[in-house]
T-cell receptor, first 114, second 113 residues
């Protein structure tokens, strides 16, 4: 079974631009969560999607948004990029979301904002 | 506080046992996890434990849970140089209509030969 895939793996953007990151969960998994990893703040929860619905969202500004498609693939979007948005963005999938014990992570997208 | 706490660094010699400690805050957390992250990679799920258990063993890994003290530990037996990585402890919390993993800052394990 293929693991969680994330594209692109690396991105360089400038301040003020917007960016879209993509995540394909493990086949059969319906829940996708996103996390931001920075040296200063560590790993922080962004949002969770299950069956195309956002179930919860972490403490991030409205510039961070996401969606999930009917095939469970998910995208997250960051608008009006700031230098502080430079981070590794990780996606995790699980089969049933809240009722599932195991979350499997992808390799991440490394976003650099100049 | 709301943080999951871990010591930042641990250095051991190859063949020794490593013990990584973690304290968490939410007594209602149902599951607690250990993840491993190697340089440039995502997070690898190592093991997890349900909160009504006090120990779980999986090959070289042993997880101990003290629910009263909200203390979790990961023991790696016969530590190898390939075990050098950052280890994250996480608790699963209910957030709004779903759940989220709340992570510690990670413990960097350095294994010398």
């Amino acid at each position: 079974k293929a693991g969680v895939t994330q594209t692109p793996r690396y991105l360089i953007k400038t301040r003020g631009q917007q960016v879209t990151l993509s995540c394909s969960p493990i086949s059969g998994h319906r829940s996708v969560s996103w996390y931001q990893q920075t040296p200063g703040q560590g790993l922080q929860f962004l949002f969770e999607y299950f069956s195309e619905t956002q179930r919860n969202k972490g403490n991030f500004p409205g510039r961070f948004s996401g969606r999930q498609f009917s095939n469970s693939r998910s995208e997250m979007n960051v608008s009006t990029l700031e230098l502080g948005d430079s981070a590794l963005y990780l996606c995790a999938s699980s089969s049933r979301g809240a009722g599932d014990n195991e979350q499997f992570f992808g390799p991440g997208t490394r976003l650099t904002v100049l | 506080g709301e943080d999951v706490e871990q010591s930042l660094f641990l250095s051991v010699r190859e063949g020794d046992s490593s013990v990584i400690n973690c304290t968490y805050t939410d007594s209602s957390s149902t599951y607690l996890y250990w993840y491993k992250q190697e340089p440039g990679a995502g997070l690898q799920l190592l093991t997890y434990i349900f909160s009504n258990m006090d120990m779980k063993q999986d090959q070289r890994l042993t997880v101990l849970l003290n629910k009263k003290d909200k203390h979790l530990s990961l023991r790696i037996a016969d530590t190898q140089t390939g075990d050098s990585a950052i280890y994250f402890c996480a608790e699963k919390r209910t957030v709004q209509a779903g759940t989220a993993l709340i992570f510690g800052k990670g413990t960097t394990l350095s294994v010398s030969s």
